[in-house]
């Protein structure tokens, strides 16, 4: 694994152009949300692509916007006919995936293009789309991880218990990925992640 040092640059890990595709992951609770809602708002540039999710919509969010809202028939229908470039249950309740046609159509387009989903979902695309750049999103610390983790103090110990187990599985991943960005300051992760994409820093 290589950690990035230079966030100026878009050095693909063993040369070459950078990625077209970059896939963003992590842990749970290290603030990708955060890291690519900064990423849309300052670099409008790139892609960034519309999960479809069978959750349901939070206050604020919009429908074809920060989500496809959809129906578990719905979801069941885009899986059976393959439409969907990779999808996972999340925290073992809702489902969410990536439909396969954009991805593909803004590829085609050369337009720079940003996947943030979760581990198991970033495996699927490695495995599909093996010329991607797989990045992931580290918490500053493993201390600062189980503050944003249990930092509420709402959850059971139990819950707590579980949570960091979760938390433990997730960091072991980062040695499959071609980077490391440590969510220190999300403006700051967010610049290091366009320069691995290769876009100049706003
Ligand atoms: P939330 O419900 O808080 O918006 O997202 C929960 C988790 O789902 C996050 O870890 C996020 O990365 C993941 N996620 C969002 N969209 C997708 C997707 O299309 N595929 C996969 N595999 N995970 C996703």
Do not use: C
């Not at 490695?126 to 610390?141: E, G, T």
């Amino acid at each position: 694994m290589s950690t990035s040092q230079s966030p100026a640059g878009p050095p693909a890990p063993g040369g070459g152009e950078p990625a077209r595709l970059t896939v963003l992951a992590g842990p749970t609770a290290v603030g990708k949300g955060t890291v690519s809602a900064d990423l849309r708002r300052r670099y409008p540039q790139v892609w960034i692509s519309v999960s479809a999710t069978t959750r349901p919509q939070r206050p604020g969010e919009v429908d074809g916007v920060h989500y496809h809202f959809v129906t578990e028939d719905v979801f069941d229908g885009y899986v059976e006919r393959g439409e969907l470039l990779e999808w996972a249950r999340v925290h073992g309740r809702h489902r969410y995936g990536t439909p396969r046609r954009p991805v593909e159509e803004v590829l085609a387009s050369g337009r720079p293009a940003l996947l943030e989903i979760d581990l198991a979902g970033a495996r699927q695309v490695r495995a599909a789309m093996p010329a991607a750049r797989f990045v992931f999103l580290a918490p500053p610390s493993w201390e600062e991880l189980v503050r944003r983790l249990v930092g509420r103090g709402t959850e059971t110990e139990e819950e707590r218990e579980r949570r960091l187990a979760t938390a433990r599985v997730e960091l072991a991943a980062e040695p499959e990925f071609d980077v490391t960005i440590y969510n220190d300051d999300v403006r700051r992760a967010t610049d290091e992640l366009v320069g691995w994409m290769g876009l100049p820093a706003s």
